[in-house]
């Protein structure tokens, strides 16, 4: 099993910023890819962010240019630098990884963070 914790969310007016960050542990063999979605209130999930283990990245298309996804092999660990936020970014962030484990003879599959809270003041 993988756990994953995030830390980072809060409160910031529209045009700040908020760093995301984070860690898996567990019985990890190898991590793909690390990401996060969102999820506003009355809406589905959505892509934010995710990053391969070679460093390859797909951004929604509403945060390209204001976010930053980027990656810690060696901790096992995701950070999304979020800038210039604005209030429709207002959502539950959820971390998100592709991870094999505990050996290589296991299947990989996804595994999904509790959530953290951002919210953008007008």
């Known amino acids: 099993q993988v756990q994953l914790v995030e830390s980072g969310g809060g409160l910031v007016q529209s045009g700040g910023s908020l760093r995301l960050s984070c860690a898996a542990s567990g019985r990890i063999f190898s991590i793909d890819v690390m990401g996060w979605y969102r999820q506003a209130p009355g809406k589905e999930r959505e892509l934010v962010a995710v990053i391969t283990t070679g460093g390859s990245t797909n951004y929604a298309g509403s945060v390209k240019g204001r976010f930053t996804i980027s990656r810690d092999h060696a901790k096992n660990t995701v950070f999304l630098q979020m800038d210039t936020l604005k209030p429709e970014d207002t959502a539950v962030y959820y971390c998100?990884?592709?991870?094999?484990?505990?050996?290589?003879?296991?299947?990989?599959?996804?595994?999904w963070g509790q959530g953290t809270q951002v919210t953008v003041s007008s």
């Open positions: 998100y990884c592709n991870a094999k484990g505990p050996s290589s003879w296991h299947s990989s599959r996804d595994y």
